[in-house]
């Protein structure tokens, strides 16, 4: 399975963007790339995905590099809410229907 | 529509003792998976099930068996808990094709002692 590399933690500072970057350096054509995150004593929630292009919906965008070695989520005006840990990861459109998720990065704001 | 719903929120264990965490869906949706989350720690996937009847290991299984008895649940057991056990479950739902989302249960919290 490709694996993804992610940064243990980020900061930023309420109401700027945040960008958070995934490396994804073995990835296959067929894997699409997924974000989730997880919020405070809660269970992790879907927020984006893409194969390709660029992506946007109205909780972030995604940035997907041309050789899609790398992404990077995008928060585009950050709140306390965001406050959570954000989890990259890689499906793939063939095999099975196994779903891993490595350590992820917390994101804290800064108020 | 209640989504994922995990059965029970919390569960004190004596070490030894059995139990069975519930996992129910109402999305139709074809795959369901059992994780584990230790304090500070990601999800690690214990077991999956690709379709009704069938059930795969996933990365950290030696301790549980699961069962999907039908479409909508999926259940993990513990046959003889252990201190190690003590985390929270989360069971998680997802249809194909490959870029679906996955959906996620509120989380069952367990402690062994």
């Known amino acids: 399975d490709a694996k993804t590399t992610q940064p243990n933690s980020m900061e930023s500072n309420e109401e700027e963007p945040v960008h958070l970057p995934c490396n994804h350096s073995t990835i296959s054509g067929t894997d699409y790339i997924h974000w989730y995150r997880q919020l405070p004593s809660q269970g992790p929630e879907y927020v984006i995905h893409?194969?390709?292009s660029n992506v946007n919906n109205r909780m972030a965008s995604l940035a997907i590099a041309e050789d899609r070695k790398s992404s990077t989520l995008i928060l585009h005006r950050a709140t306390l809410r965001d406050a959570a840990v954000y989890y990259c990861?890689?499906?793939?459109?063939?095999?099975?229907?196994?779903?891993?998720f490595g350590t992820g990065t917390r994101l804290t704001i800064i108020p | 529509n209640a989504g994922v719903t995990q059965t029970p929120k919390f569960q004190v264990l004596k070490t030894g003792q059995s139990m069975t965490l519930q996992c129910a869906q109402d999305m139709n949706h074809n795959s369901m998976y059992w994780y584990r989350q230790d304090p500070g720690m990601g999800l690690r996937l214990i077991y999956y099930s690709a379709s009704e009847g069938t059930t795969d290991k996933g990365e950290v299984p030696n301790g549980y068996n699961v069962s999907r008895l039908n479409k909508r649940e999926f259940s993990l057991r513990l046959e003889s808990a252990a201190p190690s056990q003590t985390s929270v479950y989360f069971c998680a739902t997802r249809t194909g094709p490959k870029n679906t989302e996955a959906f996620f249960g509120q989380g069952t919290r367990l402690t062994v002692v």
């Open positions: 990861i890689l499906i793939s459109n063939f095999g099975n229907e196994k779903l891993t």
């Open positions: 893409g194969l390709t």
